[in-house]
T-cell receptor, first 115, second 112 residues
Framework: KAGVTQTPRYLIKTRGQQVTLSCSPI?????VSWYQQTPGQGLQFLFE???????NKGNFPGRFSGRQFSNSRSEMNVSTLELGDSALYLC??????????????FGSGTQLSVL | KQEVTQIPAALSVPEGENLVLNCSFT??????LQWFRQDPGKGLTSLLL?????REQTSGRLNASLDKSSGRSTLYIAASQPGDSATYLCAPRYSSASKIIFGSGTRLSIRP
């Protein structure tokens, strides 16, 4: 069974640009969540989707948005990039939500550098 | 505010030792708690998940315990190996529909 796939693996952008990251969950998983990881702030929750509906949202500005498609694939978008958006963005999937007993499975992440 | 603290922040031990990683959380009303492992520049791998009704979970050389009343979880690693070197994070979830909150992690180094 293929794992969680995130594309691209690396991305370099300049301030003011926008970026779209993609996440394909494990087949059959309907819940997808996104996280930002930086050396200073650690792992922070961005948002969580289940069956195309956003179920939870973290404390990030409106420049960060996401969506989930009918095939459970998810994208997140960051508009008007700032230097502080440089981070490893991780996506995770699980079988269902409420998660109950299900573990989270993470992708390898997208390393975003904003210059 | 729900916070998760992991102590120590870093740990270096010789191969073969048994060790304990600690995690404390401010709100004892958790739904479940996961322990993850992260290798540098990579995603996270779920090691163990403990439901609120459970006291511990075991997988191979790993054992995780949960004490909700004291707001603590521990990850016990037996007979450590260099391949265990990684950052270990604990992450409680407070309800079936709530987000997971991550601790800052313990960076573990096992010396050959």
């Amino acid at each position: 069974k293929a794992g969680v796939t995130q594309t691209p693996r690396y991305l370099i952008k300049t301030r003011g640009q926008q970026v779209t990251l993609s996440c394909s969950p494990i087949s059959g998983h309907r819940s997808v969540s996104w996280y930002q990881q930086t050396p200073g702030q650690g792992l922070q929750f961005l948002f969580e989707y289940f069956s195309e509906t956003q179920r939870n949202k973290g404390n990030f500005p409106g420049r960060f948005s996401g969506r989930q498609f009918s095939n459970s694939r998810s994208e997140m978008n960051v508009s008007t990039l700032e230097l502080g958006d440089s981070a490893l963005y991780l996506c995770a999937s699980s079988f269902s939500l409420p998660a109950g007993t299900e573990k989270l499975f993470f992708g390898s992440g997208t390393q975003l550098s904003v210059l | 505010k729900q916070e998760v603290t992991q102590i120590p922040a870093a740990l270096s031990v010789p191969e073969g030792e048994n060790l304990v990683l600690n995690c404390s959380f401010t709100d004892s009303a958790i739904y479940n708690l996961q322990w993850f492992r992260q290798d540098p520049g990579k995603g996270l791998t779920s090691l163990l998940l403990i439901q609120s009704s459970q006291r511990e979970q075991t997988s191979g050389r790993l054992n995780a315990s949960l004490d909700k009343s004291s707001g603590r979880s521990t990850l016990y690693i037996a007979a450590s190996q260099p391949g265990d070197s990684a950052t270990y994070l604990c992450a409680p979830r407070y309800s079936s529909a709530s987000k997971i909150i991550f601790g800052s992690g313990t960076r573990l180094s096992i010396r050959p």
